[in-house]
């Protein structure tokens, strides 16, 4: 084992022993609290950010790659907990002594700042750090900037009160939903991924697409996008699903830069994909304080669109390039493969029933996460029974249970997982199952250290903004700059969330956009979740943009391709995702926000045909490669059809109709020649 993996990066079954049992417990920290709430929500929030800095410190070095000197990683690490410790134990006192900090406050207010700044660098670089460090030194120092940034200044003792005691820093909202339904979703999808459910997706994939024009690029697009369903992170579906469909596309020609950019674009769709989606729509869910499902709702047309246009795009191209699939006999059968692993669609779809049911977040990942224990366990048991007959019973039984789970209280419910455990033991190969359990356990821990830290962290922005109202102040600027010209508002919040994205991931690029720039959104008429997904769609597309482009890169090493490359690949494959948020600003009905079927019905056909001749335009051919002035009129149909203006709709309707027309009457004179 390298030293590098002595970190995160590597697999649990090669994790140090001690870490290994920090990450356990972590998760069972988790779901204890989650299932019977011995708790207050502050002291959850502490000791979450508290098992977060033991597992950074102990696993990620300060510096380079080499192994992190392991007695101050646990000295750091147990400081953090001690934060949390220090909250727990003197809870009622912090409150009844609230902005009145004692020195003992004092200093674990500073400790838990500092290393919460430290963690996050560790843990994804210097960016986010800095940006959130200028707010800081805004609120100690802003009082003495001129005109409207200035503030009325507040001491030291006020901003680490503000930070690191109370729910407005550190332990904000992200945190807090970070702790309770982020973690669950990731322990779900650990979970499932540990049982097999990427090879389900893969091979079902395959089996579809895989003989067809394009067909391994064509396996990428639905692969990521059905992975989409239980990871909700874009970059973690590079890495995984990018193994294999990567060198897939490569080998039946597609270029390396194409590879990478339909891998990196599709992945990143995940985290807009409904039902789970990613950790930002459960705190938007959260921040704009209406139910989760009312977000995925609004996310199901723009994602559809989104996998569609790079599903049309990888097409033209695989026509382009004369690219074939694999033969028929080598690709794997689909429904083989969903008859082989169907039991672990069980959880999923009962989870999606519950979401979408009107149930919590927070409820239906605990019934979720429950319920994936009992089939991975109880399958394991099913399976080895010899009978047919009895193993028939067994899934019956095991499907009334399943059905009727979250009717039954949740003590009956962990009873059943400890006598499915106690019977797994004993069967053969069962102790494998219960170990895959323990490493699924471990994994969710480690997907959530990245994200539990930013939510963390960007507490200082929120913390700092709500102290100071700099949010306001901000909007007023967005708002006097686009008082007449809500397209320039749109376009000045769009360059804020991609220039951000450069050194930030998604989670606190949302954040802190949607604190500064939705609220000015909001007041120029644009309804409220529009104008959030308005943010979370842009800071998920500053990842495909260069020169950052973090998905681009992660690709890279796998593609064997520069980064930037990809990007630009990658910009020109994902058009819809720069399309669609600005269609749905001026026609909400394409997040479902209007009231009539009718609108939605019409802005989605004009969105299809903009994104399908935009396609043709920016891969260069549709039934045949398209001229220079085909293209300009291509562009010009489906830049009219966008723009929500006066007669822009019947302009763009009778460009879109002489385009295809002209097009297809070309393409058919040129078969008829070379006949």
């Known amino acids: 084992?390298?030293?590098?993996?002595?970190?995160?990066?590597?697999?649990?079954?090669?994790?140090?022993?001690?870490?290994?049992?920090?990450?356990?417990?972590?998760?069972?920290?988790?779901?204890?609290?989650?299932?019977?709430?011995?708790?207050?929500?502050?002291?959850?929030?502490?000791?979450?950010?508290?098992?977060?800095?033991?597992?950074?410190?102990?696993?990620?070095?300060?510096?380079?790659?080499?192994?992190?000197?392991?007695?101050?990683?646990?000295?750091?690490?147990?400081?953090?907990?001690?934060?949390?410790?220090?909250?727990?134990?003197?809870?009622?006192?912090?409150?009844?002594?609230?902005?009145?900090?004692?020195?003992?406050?004092?200093?674990?207010?500073?400790?838990?700042?500092?290393?919460?700044?430290?963690?996050?660098?560790?843990?994804?670089?210097?960016?986010?750090?800095?940006?959130?460090?200028l707010f800081l030194v805004y609120g100690l120092f802003g009082q003495y900037l001129p005109g409207d940034l200035m503030h009325r200044g507040y001491a030291l003792d006020q901003l680490v009160n503000q930070l690191s005691f109370g729910t407005e820093g550190l332990y904000g909202t992200p945190t807090y939903v970070s702790a309770t339904y982020i973690f669950l979703?990731?322990?779900?999808?650990?979970?499932?991924?540990?049982?097999?459910?990427?090879?389900?997706?893969?091979?079902?994939?395959?089996?579809?697409?895989?003989?067809?024009?394009?067909?391994?690029?064509?396996?990428?697009v639905v692969s990521s996008a059905l992975m989409g369903t239980?990871?909700?992170?874009?970059?973690?579906?590079?890495?995984?699903?990018?193994?294999?469909?990567?060198?897939?596309?490569?080998?039946?020609?597609?270029?390396?830069?194409?590879?990478?950019?339909?891998?990196?674009?599709?992945?990143?769709?995940?985290?807009?994909?409904?039902?789970?989606?990613?950790?930002?729509?459960?705190?938007?869910?959260?921040?704009?304080?209406?139910?989760?499902y009312e977000v995925a709702k609004a996310a199901l047309i723009p994602a559809l669109l989104y996998f569609g246009s790079v599903f049309w795009m990888v097409h033209l191209e695989a026509k382009r390039a004369n690219l074939v699939g694999l033969p028929k006999d080598e690709c794997p059968n689909p429904w083989k493969s969903v008859r082989e692993r169907w039991f672990l669609l069980i959880p999923l779809a009962i989870l999606i029933y519950l979401l979408f049911s009107g149930r919590t977040p927070l409820f239906s990942g605990t019934v979720g996460l429950a319920l994936t224990a009992i089939v991975i366990i109880g399958s394991a048991i099913i399976l080895r029974v010899s009978s047919k007959a009895m193993r028939f019973a067994f899934w019956i039984a095991l499907g009334v249970l399943c059905a009727g789970f979250f009717q039954l209280g949740i003590g009956v419910v962990f009873g059943v997982i400890a006598a499915l455990v106690a019977v797994c033991w004993f069967v053969k190969g069962g102790r494998e199952t219960l170990t895959l359990c323990l490493h699924a356990l471990v994994e969710g821990a480690r997907h959530a250290v990245p994200v539990g830290i930013a939510c963390a962290l960007v507490g200082v922005i929120i913390g700092v903004v709500s102290l100071t109202g700099v949010a306001s102040t901000f909007a007023g600027y967005i708002l006097a700059i686009g008082q007449d010209n809500l397209f320039l508002s749109l376009v000045l919040t769009m360059l804020t969330c991609l220039v951000l994205g450069m050194g930030i991931p998604t989670i606190p690029n949302y954040i802190i956009t949607s604190s500064i720039a939705a609220p000015a959104l909001l007041d120029l008429g644009v309804p409220l979740i529009v104008s959030h997904m308005f943010v979370f769609y842009f800071g998920i597309m500053a990842d495909l943009t260069p020169p950052v482009a973090l998905a681009c890169f992660a690709a890279a090493p796998i593609a064997k391709e520069k980064g930037l490359k990809i990007s630009l690949w990658a910009i020109r494959i994902a058009v819809a995702g720069f399309i669609v948020p600005y269609m749905a600003v001026y026609s909400p009905g394409l997040m479902l926000q209007g009231d009539s079927l009718l609108a939605t019905a019409y802005v989605v056909l004009k969105a299809v045909l903009a994104i399908g001749i935009w396609g043709a335009v920016f891969t260069g051919y549709l039934q045949r490669s398209l001229s220079w002035w085909e293209r300009i009129l291509g562009f010009a149909a489906g830049a009219a059809l966008i723009i929500a203006a006066p007669i822009t709709d019947e302009i763009g309707f009778a460009l879109a109709a002489l385009f295809l027309v002209q097009h297809f009457w070309r393409a058919r004179r040129a078969s008829l020649a070379a006949a």
Request: charged residues 10%; neutral net charge.
């Open 1 to 133: 084992m390298s030293e590098h993996h002595e970190g995160l990066s590597a697999s649990p079954s090669s994790w140090p022993k001690a870490l290994f049992a920090v990450a356990l417990l972590f998760s069972i920290f988790q779901i204890v609290t989650a299932a019977f709430h011995p708790v207050s929500t502050q002291v959850l929030r502490a000791v979450h950010v508290g098992f977060l800095l033991l597992v950074v410190f102990i696993s990620i070095p300060a510096f380079g790659s080499k192994r992190p000197f392991q007695p101050l990683g646990w000295l750091l690490g147990l400081a953090g907990m001690a934060t949390a410790a220090y909250q727990w134990y003197f809870e009622a006192d912090l409150i009844q002594r609230s902005g009145d900090l004692t020195s003992s406050d004092m200093v674990i207010g500073l400790v838990l700042i500092v290393l919460v700044f430290e963690a996050a660098r560790r843990v994804m670089g210097i960016a986010l750090p800095i940006i959130c460090a």
């Open 230 to 292: 239980i990871t909700g992170s874009g970059v973690a579906n590079v890495v995984t699903t990018g193994q294999f469909t990567i060198p897939l596309m490569k080998r039946f020609g597609y270029r390396a830069g194409f590879a990478g950019g339909v891998e990196a674009t599709s992945s990143m769709g995940s985290q807009i994909m409904p039902p789970i989606m990613g950790a930002v729509a459960f705190i938007m869910a959260e921040t704009i304080n209406v139910p989760f």
């Open 185 to 220: 979703f990731i322990l779900f999808g650990a979970f499932l991924e540990q049982a097999g459910m990427i090879k389900l997706f893969t091979d079902f994939a395959m089996g579809l697409f895989g003989h067809k024009v394009g067909g391994p690029a064509k396996v990428s």
